[in-house]
Each structure stands twice: as structure tokens, then as C-alpha cells.
């Protein structure tokens, strides 16, 4: 079966700009969840989505938001872009919240220039 | 939070040696799982591991739960294990954890 699916591949933009990503989880995952990787932070968790609600989110400022919708997709946005946004975006799928494991997509690789 | 230390921070090696990676963590856990960073940014995930014994060809892992720690033996390297590879757990299982806290990774280089 397909994997988790996440578009745009690479993606550059402007400061002050605000971009979309989105992403598809492997059929019959309900639970979507997403992870910021820079070489000083290393990997960190942002959000997760089950069932279309928001069920835990990390330490991000409010410009970094995300949504679920009924079919399971997932996108983030984050506003008014700065230069420390530049990261690799990766979305991880999993049947359930909580305890299960988790299937990751290819990432995202947002550069703010 | 949960802490994860991954150790050591590299490895080098030379083809066909065996390796340990080990993951210590500082609370339980319902999830731990190893991921095989790829050239690309993906992550592969190589074990579901939140307590006990699997082996995958060359590659094997252990969990030892009440002693909070894990360990990835990567036996007869090959180049194309070269990556990070990263520790990953959920926990604990009361309250509202489902999230994956990373450790920072340990970098293996296997030279021909």
C-alpha cells in the first residue's frame, strides 16, 4: 500500500511570506503528526491530529498551525516566515493516537531566504 | 519531558565489522522506535520496540524496559548502512504523549 505522502518535495520562500504543506497518510491512518529537523534542534515534534482534532502540540510559536481533514490529510502552515524556519518538515502516520507506531513521509525541505 | 541519549554520537567502521548503538531514556514508554535517516531526509523505520527482542537480517534490537534502554546491533556492516540513525520514544503511557521525543542520533560511517 502507499506510504505517508508529503508535497511539496522543496520549497523556497521569502521573509514574511507564509507557506502550506501538506500531507497524505497511509490509507486507514487516522492519526497525523508533524516534526521540524534544523541541525541545531534536531528533531521536534510540532502537532498531531487524530480524527480532525488537534491532540498535542509542541513548543511553536502560533505562526506554525496545522489542520486535519475528514478524509485524514493533514497540512501546516506557518506565517510570516523567518530565516530559522528554513527546516527539513517531516509528517509521520499512525493507525491510532498514542502507542502505536509511526510511518514517516519523505519531508518537506522549506528554505526562507 | 522525556529525555533520550543516544550513544555513541559517531561510529566508524569497517565493512563487515558488527556494531551497538545504544538509546538510554529517563522515563517508561508505550513506543520506541529506530529510524534509519536516508541520504534524502527520510526515515526508515527499522524496529517497533517498546520492550523485548526483533531481528531483521542483519540488523537487530533490544529493549529492556525497566532498565530504560535499547539497543540496535547492526551485525556484517555494508557501506549502505551509512546514516543517522535515531532512537524515538513515546511515553509514558498516562496523560497526553502521543508524540515521538528523538534523541540526537548517532552517525555511522561504514568505509570499504
Known amino acids: 500500500k502507499a506510504g505517508v505522502t508529503q508535497t511539496p518535495r522543496y520549497l523556497i520562500k521569502t521573509r514574511g511570506q507564509q507557506v502550506t504543506l501538506s500531507c497524505s497518510p497511509i490509507s486507514g491512518h487516522r492519526s497525523v503528526s508533524w516534526y521540524q529537523q534544523t541541525p541545531g534542534q534536531g528533531l521536534q515534534f510540532l502537532f498531531e491530529?487524530?480524527?480532525?482534532?488537534?491532540?498535542n502540540k509542541g513548543n511553536f510559536p502560533g505562526r506554525f498551525s496545522g489542520r486535519q481533514f475528514s478524509n485524514s490529510r493533514s497540512e501546516m502552515n506557518v506565517s510570516t516566515l523567518e530565516l530559522g524556519d528554513s527546516a527539513l518538515y517531516l509528517c509521520?502516520?499512525?493507525?491510532?493516537?498514542?502507542?502505536?507506531?509511526?510511518?514517516f513521509g519523505s519531508g518537506t525541505r522549506l528554505t526562507v531566504v | 519531558g522525556i529525555q533520550v541519549e543516544q550513544s555513541p554520537p559517531d561510529l566508524i567502521l569497517q565493512e563487515g565489522a558488527n556494531s551497538t548503538l545504544r538509546c538510554n531514556f529517563s522515563d517508561s514508554v508505550n513506543n520506541l522506535q529506530w529510524f534509519h535517516q536516508n541520504p534524502w531526509g527520510q526515515l526508515i523505520n527499522l524496529f517497533y520496540i517498546p520492550s523485548g527482542t526483533k531481528q531483521n537480517g542483519r540488523l537487530s534490537a533490544t529493549t529492556v524496559a525497566t532498565e530504560r534502554y535499547s539497543l540496535l546491533y547492526i551485525s556484517s556492516s555494508q557501506t549502505t548502512d551509512s546514516g543517522v540513525y535515531f532512537c524515538?520514544?513515546?511515553?509514558?503511557?498516562?496523560?497526553?504523549?502521543?508524540?515521538?521525543?528523538f534523541g540526537k542520533g548517532i552517525t555511522l560511517s561504514v568505509r570499504p
Open positions: 491530529y487524530f480524527s480532525e482534532t488537534q491532540r
Open positions: 509521520a502516520s499512525s493507525p491510532r493516537t498514542g502507542g502505536y507506531g509511526y510511518t
Open positions: 524515538a520514544v513515546e511515553g509514558p503511557p498516562t496523560g497526553a504523549n502521543s508524540k515521538l521525543t
